[in-house]
T-cell receptor
Framework: KQEVTQIPAALSVPEGENLVLNCSFT??????LQWFRQDPGKGLTSLLL?????REQTSGRLNASLDKSSGRSTLYIAASQPGDSATYLC??????????FGAGTTVTVRA | NAGVTQTPKFQVLKTGQSMTLQCAQD?????MYWYRQDPGMGLRLIYY???????DKGEVPNGYNVSRLNKREFSLRLESAAPSQTSVYFC???????????????FGQGTRLTVV
């Protein structure tokens, strides 16, 4: 059974510091991994998707890496801003249609 | 660009009442999904529709029914609401199966349902 873990559960950093968010999964036979952002009381916003053949994916200040062999993905957010405060979730497919989500890391960026 | 739109955003039901949650996407996606999000349980798949005209059970389908009305719309019905169905419900869509290749899943803003 695919288990997805995100540690730490919460993170607080001063503005300007780089953020490093971790996602671990137990079954390395995945086709992709997706990172989402969720603001309080809101839906999930897709940030990045990494295909299994890729090592990393970049979008603006965000960079996500994927190491299938070790069952890990890392989301880096450069030069954090208060607007980056949110919960970040990673998800991997269990089958064609079901995604298994981590519990998320709640980030607070202090001004 | 609306993406995935859910209605209503909030709802309070009494035990035993029924209601339908509506979802529509304007991205011409083939696959649609219903998830529920609960504290400590994360997001769990209720039902999905691989394509227009098909629906299948997910992880927690009991107490729910779905209808894929057309390519755009996928509704979730609670026939007799129970307090255990108090949750936040999310509809999502993807062009192809979300577990394949470079297919992203896109989520709506959620429906916050309380059953008293």
């Amino acid at each position: 059974k695919q288990e997805v873990t995100q540690i730490p559960a919460a993170l607080s950093v001063p503005e300007g510091e780089n953020l490093v968010l971790n996602c671990s999964f137990t079954d390395s036979a995945i086709y992709n991994l997706q990172w989402f952002r969720q603001d309080p009381g809101k839906g999930l916003t897709s940030l990045l998707l990494i295909q299994s053949s890729q090592r990393e994916q970049t979008s603006g200040r965000l960079n996500a890496s994927l190491d299938k062999s070790s069952g890990r993905s890392t989301l880096y957010i450069a030069a954090s801003q208060p607007g980056d405060s949110a919960t970040y979730l990673c998800a991997v497919p269990i089958n064609d249609y079901k995604l298994s989500f981590g519990a998320g890391t709640t980030v607070t960026v202090r001004a | 660009n609306a993406g995935v739109t859910q209605t209503p955003k909030f709802q309070v039901l009494k035990t035993g009442q029924s209601m339908t949650l509506q979802c529509a996407q304007d991205m011409n996606h083939n696959s649609m999904y219903w998830y529920r999000q609960d504290p400590g349980m994360g997001l769990r798949l209720i039902y999905y529709s691989a394509s227009e005209g098909t629906t299948d059970k997910g992880e927690v389908p009991n107490g729910y029914n779905v209808s894929r009305l057309n390519k755009r719309e996928f509704s979730l019905r609670l026939e007799s609401a129970a307090p255990s169905q108090t949750s936040v419900y999310f509809c999502a869509s993807s062009q192809y199966p979300a577990g394949q290749g470079n297919t992203e899943a896109f989520f709506g803003q959620g429906t916050r349902l309380t059953v008293v």
